[in-house]
């Protein structure tokens, strides 16, 4: 597969001329960029997918909530409507797509709004709701929008010094992107990151010259939705693991290294589910033996099943800073002030 993807290399040429243009028309103001009065942050990635995005939106949410009015706009993946939506207690995934159906439900404080068209969308947000803040969610290439503060994610096994740009690799852009950041997280890093790791990863982000900070995943101590069984007591079940997200390979892990009993069935990233496949679902789920048993899934795709499985529970996580958490508080704190 590799091999394959190397053999597109005179396209990622093509498609780096391509975006590399297009970035500076808009830094020259070619094409026109839009900023507003009220902070805009803005947190995304150079490559696609799998970067921790949702729990991030969700830690600056718990950080921002209950001092400043705060809303957050997406463009709602996948979702069957057009155009604004300001969620509301009627919407489904379907309707709104399921990250921010998602930060709707677990923040009561918050407005959830989507538009794929960001400009209008904070327009509207700002016009009907006055919040003090927005968070864009996954923007980082929508340049028509400038925002006030860029968040800039990438993976430590999958840091994008070291890949290349699409097709070859699954960078959108060019690394070069990453001077538009005002800082840089290193997520999904192992709890027990040394110090040697850690001064390899800063020495390749160092030519950037940004603030870099190290976040990590954790898991909920217990199971959420149809069930309250603790993590702990999880090894005692039989699960029946149902994914729709980018890289499932940290939970996949999580439940190895906890002992952990699943039969895995993976589906592609905001995957909406047929009916046939619930009933799929439904059927391994009888076939599984034990008395203890359960159907897992990640929070994200528990916001798109749990109206059609019963028996559904999820595994929710957080963004953790393995240091530094206060630092970069104050940073986000002190920018909106």
């Avoid at 840091?159 to 005002?182: C, V």
């Avoid at 929070?299 to 499985?309: F, I, P, T």
Wanted: proline share 3%; hydrophobic share 40%; charged share 30%.
């Amino acid at each position: 597969m590799k091999f394959l993807r190397f053999l597109l290399f005179p396209f990622t040429i093509i498609y780096d001329v391509v975006t590399s243009v297009r970035n500076f028309f808009f830094e020259i103001g070619i094409f026109k960029q839009t900023s507003f009065k009220i902070p805009v942050i803005v947190v995304g990635n150079l490559s696609v997918g799998g970067t921790g995005k949702t729990p991030q939106i969700e830690y600056l949410i718990r950080l921002l909530k209950d001092h400043f009015k705060t809303a957050v706009l997406s463009r709602g993946y996948k979702r069957k409507t057009e155009g604004y939506v300001l969620l509301n207690d009627s919407h489904s995934a379907e309707d709104v797509g399921d990250e921010p159906l998602q930060y709707f439900k677990k923040f009561s404080k918050i407005d959830v709004a989507v538009d794929a068209n960001r400009v209008a969308g904070i327009s509207k947000l700002i016009k009907e709701n006055s919040p003090e803040v927005i968070l864009l969610d996954d923007a980082y290439q929508h340049r028509k929008v400038k925002g006030s503060f860029y968040i800039l994610l990438t993976k430590y096994d999958d840091l994008f010094t070291d890949d290349f740009l699409l097709p070859t690799g699954n960078l959108r852009e060019s690394r070069r992107g990453a001077k538009r950041a005002d800082i840089i997280l290193v997520t999904k890093c192992p709890i027990s990151l040394d110090k040697i790791s850690k001064n390899k990863i800063e020495n390749k982000l160092k030519k950037y010259h940004k603030k870099v900070f190290f976040t990590t995943i954790s898991y909920d101590d217990k199971i959420s939705g149809n069930s309250d069984v603790l993590m702990d007591d999880l090894k005692d079940y039989e699960v029946l693991l149902i994914t729709g997200i980018a890289n499932p390979t940290p939970l996949l892990s999580f439940l190895d290294e906890n002992n952990v009993k699943f039969k895995h069935l993976k589906f592609p990233d905001h995957h909406h589910f047929t009916d046939k496949e619930i009933a799929i679902i439904k059927g391994k789920y009888v076939d599984l033996e034990s008395s203890n048993k359960l159907i897992l899934t990640t929070e994200k795709d528990y916001v798109r099943l749990e109206s059609r499985l019963e028996e559904l529970s999820f595994l929710g996580i957080q963004t953790s800073f393995l240091e530094e958490q206060e630092t970069f508080n104050a940073i986000i704190k002190k920018h909106i002030k």
